[in-house]
């Protein structure tokens, strides 16, 4: 049976090549429908790399980008093992804590939002935005290159995008569907946000779960 796989490619991410495809496959383009590029699986790819019912497979290149609130607050990886959001100088946004790799995964489900993984390096290890039992997001070891395929229908560590207007999005999570990456205020410091988890539908208006996601300045 031939496989289709749809990849959506955004503006903000046209410097890098339309016919980048998943690691190890071997497509062949079709056609584009809905603003998307379809791509046929040819007989010469092995059997192995074939998308299987509920896996997610990863694409490559990750992408680099800064994470903000709406307030321009960057998302950063505080040396105390928690995600915050926080005020940055020029200076400081240089620095690794607050770089984002966003890695993308073929989803087999053929959902109409991609599914990504987001983490940071610190100490020369990839800190993934991961979500844990009781519904709160801790930073968590993991490298998204052990990660090649993920044969399940949902993941800790995943998130499927939404783009909301150009450069904002909405991450809702594959292991707790309806539930969204949002700040929240500290409450004993109000100048800090929290990355947390919240309820909510994808076309809900809530500006705590609708992130800028921009180009990291060299």
Known sequence: METYCGLSFMILFSRYPLMATCEDSH????????????????????????????????????????????DQKFLVLKTSGKFEFEDRTVHDQGQPDCKFEIQIYQDSS??????????????????MISCKNNKEVCPEPMDPKVLKMIKAEKHK??????????????????????????????????????LILRHGSMDEVDESR????????P
């Open 157 to 194: 560590a995943l998130f499927w995008w939404k783009c909301i207007s150009t450069g904002k999005y909405k991450f809702e999570s594959t292991m707790y569907p309806d539930y969204f990456l949002a700040f929240e205020r500290e409450e004993d410091t109000p100048c800090l946000h929290k």
């Open 210 to 217: 609708i992130f800028c996601v921009n180009k990291c300045s």
């Open 110 to 127: 053929l959902n109409k939002y991609q599914s990504v993984m987001l983490y940071v390096c610190a100490d020369g290890e990839k800190m």
């Open 27 to 70: 497509l062949k383009f079709i056609q584009t429908f809905n603003n998307s590029f379809y791509f046929k699986e040819t007989s010469s790819a092995p059997r192995e790399t074939e998308l299987c019912s509920d896996a997610f497979r990863r694409c490559e290149p990750p992408i680099s980008r800064w994470i903000q609130s709406n």
